[in-house]
């Protein structure tokens, strides 16, 4: 039986990232998002739904560039600090020891230490309620070798990407094998057809 | 060193989830989807993104409607089968064995065997290269009372959702807990601060 527990923003998982922008000053900032989403495949392009006056929606809205990184589990500390204090005040990267390096195809910076970043041009800003949603095409995406299957594309299980719970807010890991998609459906056999 | 693997759709981990709508005659229809996010907090809104032609898309842009299911993991083969197959040629509640119910609150189904429920209204629609952007106001989120902890939130230990990995297209299930979020990055120390 199914119980209303009421409207709320609620995805289980959400991915948990770190959008990478230089403010007006070229101070490098970093800034963790939930509210993200792949949202087109041709070009590739991604959103990030942020508060309609953050420090890093900010940035993007002037520079209009910005990264995606995608950070690995042992950095659950310095992600949460990332979302939890505001680039106004401080200097986030100095903060935690971790290293900004200037993207070679768009005007911001990406998190060294993380494997996998999305290199991406602000193409869209859509108002909804309190959020601006920003649409970057992703130019290109860079990863560690080190995390690069045989076929060169980046092996989850060595990235191990960190999830979010909302709601109950919580992080976690990446855990089993499942399946491979396009293909266990096939699978279930269908009756008659 | 970081290398460059080209411009694609690519976050680790997205979510899983299935897509619920009516088509004209009133069928039930499930679509599998990884494209989408939260887009807003207030109110709460959901992007999923989908090709301009999928039978879902029409679906809900004719009745401005849909809900979005979150799949337990036992659920794998049925849920890549909602992926690979249209409803324009079969009824895939049927060929599944799962069971759609119909929502008190909007004009969509939803999959009474799935833990978790958004409830959603269309509210706009943005076209982004080859993709329809759907964003839908969350009118309500229904969750089987067997998932829910002591706060009455669903505990995402007890949902068990699926995540996609695109790129390598690979279902995973969620982990370990990592932490607490807003709270474990006040571990960092900031020195001279």
């Known amino acids: 039986m199914k119980k209303n527990i009421g409207a709320r923003p609620l995805i289980y998982p959400t991915p948990a990232v770190v959008v990478g922008t230089y403010d007006q000053e070229g101070k490098p900032n970093a800034m963790t998002a939930a509210w993200v989403g792949l949202c087109c495949s041709t070009p590739p ?3 990030v739904a942020l508060g309609r006056n953050s420090y890093t929606n900010e940035n993007i809205q002037m520079k209009k560039f910005f990264t995606v990184n995608i950070p690995s589990q042992q950095y659950v500390k310095e992600v949460d600090y990332f979302g939890i204090t505001s680039g106004k005040n401080t200097d986030k990267f100095e903060d935690v020891k971790l290293t900004p390096v200037a993207s070679d195809v768009v005007d911001a910076p990406y998190v060294k230490e993380f494997p996998l970043v999305l290199e991406c041009k602000l193409v869209d800003v859509l108002k909804i309620g309190s959020a ?4 970057g095409e992703i130019i290109d995406v860079k990863a560690d070798e080190s995390v690069l299957n045989e076929a060169g594309l980046p092996d989850i299980e060595k990235v191990q990407p960190m999830l979010y719970a909302p709601a109950i807010r919580q992080y976690y890991s990446i855990g089993n ?11 279930i056999k269908i009756a008659d057809k």
Chains 1, 2 share one sequence.
């Open 177 to 187: 094998h499942l399946g491979k998609a396009y293909s266990i459906g096939k699978e």
């Open 132 to 135: 601006d949603q920003l649409i």
């Open 45 to 47: 392009c991604i959103m």
